[in-house]
């Protein structure tokens, strides 16, 4: 964590996150970012931290514990509480579509963490009548688990939509991602070089982002660089014309090297919390591409950081005269660094802690470990 945190002058609480997957999950997104730099910033300041998370963990600063697999972690959570996090203050509960229910079993004082929520994504990741149960689950039995409880988010979109599924506003909290100081920046590609960087899944909607690149190369020439691993890969490679390049998963090396000779991000995605990739890029300098949607709308001004089309034909044409006209691709560059620089990992720390505060005393609870 590159912020500078000072010392927490309140009392020390002892916080358990209970995630889907843990940073070192090759499918680790922008919520396994969030909650990692989150409970990294709540240890240094004297904060007690764990981690439980389904599949694959990695050593942290903060103890991680492995909660079974991908479904069956759901069923475990319950127990492995039960069994060995009894004596916590708070439970931060990090819903990625299917919920934990915290509260139904557990009576300590909860927060539920929504980064984006995932209405619009049921239909594209499972077929009826999986998808409608799982949207019925999320939209309706997660609200009213949770309705004596803290909501805690990221963007404006997603407090919207939860107040939308009936979370109302003065229980909706928000603060604001970061973005990590990058090293020293290193040269912009002097060919045209497009980036789109992060899970390869089917709402990150590569396979379109491939399409309108037929369309955009004859204008632009260069080459786009997919970068990140991930169920849609097989496709994706073979969807994939001339000048397309994948890397795989990439070092936190190569992704700076990447980002910095970049001269557009490519963001086609569907839906999302933020979009944290967005910030990455803007703070080395880099604009992003995008569609309105919720999440993206929020990290990216559209005409000042970067462009948000509506159809895919505005994408494309952004895309073309962006890569054209050099200097209003580096004015926006410059807006946009501008802004990301103001976005601090301490500042969401310091606001995740006034939530937790404000958490524990709604339930009336005194802390267990000073």
């Known amino acids: 964590m590159n912020d500078d945190l000072e010392a927490w002058a309140g009392p020390r609480r002892n916080i358990l996150f209970i995630a889907w997957r843990d940073l070192a999950s090759r499918l680790a997104g922008g919520s396994e970012v969030l909650v990692d730099q989150l409970a990294t910033g709540l240890l240094a ?60 079993w557990s009576r300590k004082p909860t927060i539920c963490l929504v980064n984006h929520v995932h209405t619009e994504l049921w239909p594209i990741r499972f077929r009826p009548p999986l998808s ?99 169920p849609e890969r097989a496709r994706l490679q073979a969807l994939a014309g001339p000048g397309v390049t994948f890397t795989g998963r990439v070092s936190e090396q190569d992704k700076h090297r990447l980002l910095c000779e970049a001269w557009l991000l490519m963001h086609p995605a569907l839906i999302e919390g933020w979009g944290i990739v967005v910030s990455e890029a803007a703070i080395r300098g880099t604009p992003a591409v995008a569609f309105d949607v919720p999440g993206l709308r929020d990290s990216v001004v559209h005409g000042e ?41 301490s500042a969401a720390v310091e606001g995740f802690e006034d939530v937790a505060e404000e958490a524990i005393k709604r339930a009336g609870r005194e802390p267990s470990w000073r």
């Not at 103890?63 to 697999?69: I, K, M």
């Not at 939209?139 to 409880?149: E, F, L, Q, S, Y």
Request: with cysteine.
């Open 305 to 345: 950081t970067g462009i948000l089309a509506q159809k895919e034909g505005q994408f494309a044409s952004a895309w073309a005269s962006l890569a054209i006209d050099g200097r209003r691709r580096e004015a926006l560059g410059r807006a946009a660094r501008t802004r990301a620089l103001q976005l601090h990992w």
């Open 132 to 230: 409608t149960v799982g949207r019925r689950i999320e939209d309706t039995v997660m609200p009213m688990a949770h309705k004596k409880n803290l909501f805690l988010t990221v963007s404006p979109s997603t407090a919207e939509a939860l107040n939308h599924m009936g979370v109302g506003p003065d229980r909706i909290r928000q603060i604001c991602n970061g973005v990590v100081r990058p090293d020293p920046p290193t040269p912009r590609s002097k060919d045209p070089l497009f980036l789109a960087l992060g899970r390869l899944s089917d709402y990150k909607r590569l396979d379109l982002l491939l399409r309108l690149w037929e369309r955009v190369r004859p204008v632009t020439g260069g080459q786009l660089v997919i970068a990140g691993d991930g």
């Open 45 to 104: 300041r004297g904060h007690r931290v764990t981690l439980l998370a389904g599949g694959t963990i990695a050593e942290r600063p903060y103890p991680v514990h492995r909660n079974g697999g991908t479904y069956s972690q759901f069923l475990r959570a319950p127990l492995a509480y039960l069994r060995n996090f009894r004596d916590v203050d708070l439970i931060v509960e990090v819903c990625n579509g299917m919920p934990f229910l915290v509260p139904l």
